[in-house]
């Protein structure tokens, strides 16, 4: 019963509005970014393994490259081989196009909500925090609005994603060791609760190493079984676009439900416009909040356009996709033991749970940064970390239908509050990739301070007597 009224009440939100809010927003923010998405790829790879990006040393936020592993610690995870494959098992090769449109259009949302997370970063002690709840009170000036944001993410990230993190991980190893679920869920708590006792530096340092490790074996896993299927590659991507606006699907009435699975499950993983990332991105101590913006729209490129593709294009080789009774991750396990054998199911059992075991890290952040937006208070905190480990179990006990019901209605009331946000203020983005371009132009790594845009309010950082940049660069802005 009660999952037959999420579901209604998803068919209702996506199908009427959510669609063509991530759709039409992002094609509207490419436009007057003039498609910044893509012109600055290059800029984007610079920024990230730059030396001062990749060094935290003598900080007092995370890194550039520790704030793009925790966001994309959350990025890449269940979505990239569970989500695809529920994707295209309800929604044909088709949907995979739609995931795709939702990171190419979506590139643009995520450096904006990202770049306004800079913007509107508070400073406190040992960190900085930020992100949607932040920049609403601060550039709306509407903490109410923030407040209910906060709850929404704290409620998604920290409690429902986790559950379908953990639920993703039950299902692989239940399908490969044939492990109870009630084991798996109690030796998940138990290393969950390890590492969010430990901290945001401990959070950081994990999925720093973890993340890249992960995510690096997975492509050159899923680059072998391409290179050695390539011949059948423009074939599956004829597919994807035939499927994405074929005949069958309209005339089949299926078109809809394609389109509504591929942007739910695109939006799941890459999370462009969602206001989960700039949570993250706030973190980052950086000369100039464009920087993060750019290293963010990295994440999501990385996300879809890689990973999620290679896990497609994979499905599809191995085929038998259609009314299968494989859920999610079982389906992909399916798909690379019939490419490489049984040994296969186990590697993908594994790198899931690196994958989603990290997401669950990076989601206990959001929430916890968002907890200290509303109230600071240990027993707020002490409380919601209890429950995150409550989440964790039920995630491993529940069905699979029952706990992505719940993420997408979750996901979705929070993706349509952070989209109303980044549309008011997305003028201030817009100056600030403007002030980037034009110390760029000038030569200059660009540094920047609260009196590069004159009349914005609500800025708590970005004082020229604060230690933004080192002297040297401190210098070269000021010429």
């Known amino acids: 019963m009660l999952e037959q009224i999420i579901s209604q009440l ?4 996506w199908g009427y509005i959510l669609v063509g809010a991530l759709l039409g927003l992002g094609l509207w923010f490419s436009i007057k970014l003039n498609f910044a998405q893509f012109r600055y790829i290059p800029e984007m790879v610079r920024v990230l393994f730059d030396k001062r990006s990749l060094s935290a040393e003598g900080k007092k936020g995370t890194s550039a490259f520790q704030a793009f592993a925790i966001s994309t610690a959350s990025r890449v995870g269940t979505g990239n081989l569970a989500g695809v494959a529920a994707a295209i ?3 044909g090769p088709g949907a995979v196009f739609w995931m795709w449109l939702v990171a190419i259009l979506g590139g643009a949302s995520s450096f904006i909500e990202s770049t306004l997370a800079q913007i509107y970063k508070t400073p406190e002690k040992n960190q900085y925090r930020g992100g949607p709840a932040y920049y609403i009170e601060k550039g709306l000036k509407n903490r109410k609005l923030g407040i209910v944001f906060a709850i929404t993410i704290t409620f998604t990230y920290g409690l429902v994603f986790s559950s379908v993190q953990s639920n993703t991980i039950r299902s692989a190893f239940e399908n490969s060791f044939d492990t109870g679920r009630f084991t798996i869920g109690a030796i998940l708590v138990v290393l969950v609760a390890v590492i969010i006792f430990g901290g945001l530096k401990r959070i950081a340092q994990v999925v720093q190493y973890i993340i890249p490790i992960m995510a690096i074996f997975y492509i050159i896993l899923a680059a072998y079984v391409l290179f050695a299927n390539i011949t059948l590659i423009p074939n599956m991507i ?46 980052s101590e950086v000369t100039h909040p464009v920087k993060q913006g750019l290293i963010q729209t990295l994440g999501v490129f990385t996300d879809t356009l890689l990973i999620c593709s290679a896990t497609a294009v994979i499905i599809l080789f191995a085929g038998d996709y259609e009314g299968t009774q494989l859920d999610g991750i079982q389906l992909t396990q399916a798909a690379f033991e019939s490419q490489l054998g049984t040994w296969a199911a186990i590697f993908i059992a594994i790198a899931i749970f690196l994958f989603a075991f990290s997401s669950i890290v990076g989601n206990y952040y959001y929430g916890e940064t968002n907890i200290e937006f509303i109230r600071t208070n240990k027993t707020s905190i002490f409380i919601y970390r209890l429950a995150v480990l409550a989440m964790v179990m039920f995630g491993a006990i529940a069905e699979f239908s029952l706990v992505w019901s719940l993420a997408d209605l979750t996901m979705g009331i929070m993706a349509l509050i952070n989209l109303y946000a980044i549309f008011r203020l997305s003028s201030i983005a817009y100056a600030a990739l403007k002030d980037y371009k034009r110390q760029k132009q000038e030569g200059k790594d660009p540094v920047f301070y609260q009196d590069h845009l004159p009349g914005v309010e609500g800025m708590e950082y970005w004082r020229r007597d604060q230690d933004i940049a080192s002297p040297g660069e401190q210098k070269q802005a000021e010429r």
């Not at 998803?10 to 939100?13: I, K, L, Q, R, S």
């Not at 994405?244 to 993983?269: C, K, N, W």
Request: net charge neutral; aromatic share 12%; proline share 2%.
């Open 10 to 13: 998803n068919n209702w939100m």
């Open 89 to 91: 098992s309800i929604g």
């Open 238 to 283: 004829g597919q994807i676009f035939l499927g994405a606006f074929g005949i069958r699907e309209f005339a089949g009435g299926t078109f809809g439900a394609m389109v509504l699975i591929g942007v739910q499950r695109g939006l799941f993983s890459n999370e462009a416009g969602m206001g989960s990332a700039p949570n993250a991105a706030a973190t």
